[in-house]
């Protein structure tokens, strides 16, 4: 497959002399330190975070790529996938000129962040049960689509796409084509990043927001080719990711027992949540789910949501998204507050 990267940037990123840090240009951990204006005497906290952590998060990623099955030099990690998906329309979209592909219903993040930059959405709707449409999507492309964004599994929907149209889409896409894969963990489905070596024109994203249950960190991953993760890096704010999450997560990260434990658990209830709900009679349908939530088609979804909030109890109203009618996303939770849901539902619904 011919694919030019090159021929898809900006032209100024092309040119870009990125920032050198401090930290670039010495790597060592020996010796006096004098190049970054730090402060030298430690921190106002307990733990020192003095020193500027390391802009590429070596060690970090030597880990990640062993767990993932990739090379250290094919991951890019951001402050979320959000910063990924804000740093590959700067590299890539010229504003007012280029185009994306987004497919509704999906992440809100994709079109946020194209108005931020000013960067023309078109859209080509999921069918009503949440596929691709591989065809349309082609169709609405031209010379100026710059990226097409796929999440498998999707949000809101939470189901995944077929592994074919993906395929199809890869080979005949003519611009980047980006598998969101944040709700991974809790599919059947073999990762895209299988599928790199294959694929230049093809960026994964995951995250560590779900399944390792690091929301609060903020720490996303993209995959890619060398060529397209040193673009990324280029253009990054240089120490994007904090010392403190660096350190956190390595620390934690041989543990990978303890992530697949909560995923199991995390499966398990997603079950029994599914299985109680089914028995409510007011419950209209549970989209087939790959993640670590459901989609709910109750009567009065609006007046449902809000009753819940009387409760407590606070899931995602879906409602006015397309092709969601009635809908509420629930997050699958502990079984303590999975039946405090039942109990609020089974209260608010008469
Ligand atoms: C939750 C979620 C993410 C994760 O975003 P972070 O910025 O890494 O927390 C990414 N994509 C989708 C579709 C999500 O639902």
Redesign the pocket.
């Given at each position: 497959m011919s694919f030019d990267l090159n021929s898809l940037l900006r032209p100024h990123i092309a040119k870009l002399q990125p920032y050198t840090s401090a930290r670039d240009e010495y790597t060592g951990k020996e010796g006096v330190f004098l190049d970054a204006n730090e402060n030298p005497f430690g921190s106002i906290t307990e733990q020192d975070f003095n020193r500027y952590p390391d802009p590429y998060q070596s060690a970090l990623k030597e880990e990640i790529a062993q767990i993932k099955g990739v090379r250290p030099s094919q991951i890019f990690l951001?402050?979320?996938?959000?910063?990924a998906?804000d740093l590959l329309y700067r590299a890539f979209c010229n504003p007012g000129k280029d185009n994306v592909i987004l497919l509704p219903p999906?992440?809100g993040?994709y079109e946020v962040s194209a108005n931020i930059n000013d960067v023309e959405i078109r859209k080509v709707a999921l069918t009503p049960d949440f596929q691709l449409q591989p065809d349309q999507i082609l169709a609405a492309a031209d010379a100026n689509s710059k990226i097409l964004f796929i999440?498998s599994p999707?949000?809101p929907s939470a189901n995944k796409a077929k592994r074919e149209d993906i395929l199809f889409l890869l080979e005949n896409f003519k611009g980047l084509v980006v598998v969101?894969e944040?709700?991974i963990d809790f599919s059947d489905e073999p990762s895209f990043t299988n599928e790199l070596d294959r694929f230049p024109n093809l960026l994964v994203?995951q995250?560590?927001?779900?399944a390792w249950g690091l929301?609060s960190l903020?720490?996303?991953?993209a995959f890619a080719s060398e060529e397209l993760i040193r673009i990324l890096n280029k253009i990054k704010p240089p120490y994007n990711i904090s010392g403190l999450t660096q350190e956190t997560v390595l620390a934690a990260i041989k543990d990978k027992a303890k992530v697949d434990r909560m995923i199991q658990a995390i499966l398990a209830e997603r079950e029994f949540l599914k299985g109680e709900l089914e028995k409510l009679p007011f419950v209209q349908r549970i989209h087939p789910s790959h993640?670590n939530f459901l989609l709910v088609q109750i009567p009065n979804a609006n007046q449902v949501y809000n009753d819940l909030i009387e409760e407590k109890i606070i899931v995602r109203n879906r409602a006015k998204v397309l092709l969601c009618a009635d809908c509420l996303r629930i997050t699958v939770g502990t079984r303590e507050e999975n039946e405090a849901l039942l109990k609020a539902l089974k209260k608010v619904i008469k």
């Open positions: 951001g402050n979320g996938s959000d910063e998906i999906t992440y993040m999440c999707n949000n969101d944040a709700y994203m995250t560590f927001s779900k929301a903020r720490l996303g991953m993640a």
